[in-house]
């Protein structure tokens, strides 16, 4: 089993920046993949970026690329999600997600994460 809580959310104005993190607990050695998800009120969920935890292979949606990063400290089990110039279209709640399978589809969507956190709220005020 695997336990993801997400932190970082808040307010911030347009064009400014967030970081988001992740802190994962549990079986996490067995993580393979890890993602960010998004999703705003009225819409479906949606992916923001995914990356393999083993290094060197990252996916941003077409909306985030060049303004977001997602990164992972290694030794603190813990994934990143820095956020610059944001958007008001930014405003979701942020889900933390990861998979423990050898091999997923890339990219990954919603259903290739088994475990999920409870997420934390971005609102970006124009």
């Known amino acids: 089993q695997v336990q993801l809580e997400e932190s970082g959310g808040g307010s911030v104005q347009a064009g400014g920046s967030l970081r988001l993190s992740c802190a994962a607990s549990?079986?996490?050695?067995?993580?393979?993949?890890m993602g960010w998800f998004r999703q705003a009120p009225g819409k479906e969920r949606e992916g923001v970026a995914a990356?393999?935890?083993?290094?060197?292979?990252?996916s941003y949606a077409d909306s985030v690329k060049g303004r977001f990063t997602i990164s992972q400290d290694v030794a603190k089990n813990t994934l990143y999600l820095h956020m610059n110039s944001l958007k008001s279209e930014d405003t979701a709640m942020y889900y933390c997600?990861?998979?423990?399978?050898?091999?997923?589809?890339?990219?990954?969507?919603?259903?290739?994460?088994?475990?999920w956190g409870q997420g934390t709220q971005v609102t970006v005020s124009s």
């Open positions: 990356t393999y935890t083993g290094g060197g292979v990252t």
């Open positions: 997600a990861a998979d423990l399978r050898r091999f997923i589809r890339w990219p990954p969507g919603i259903a290739d994460f088994g475990y």
């Open positions: 549990g079986y996490t050695v067995s993580i393979y993949y």
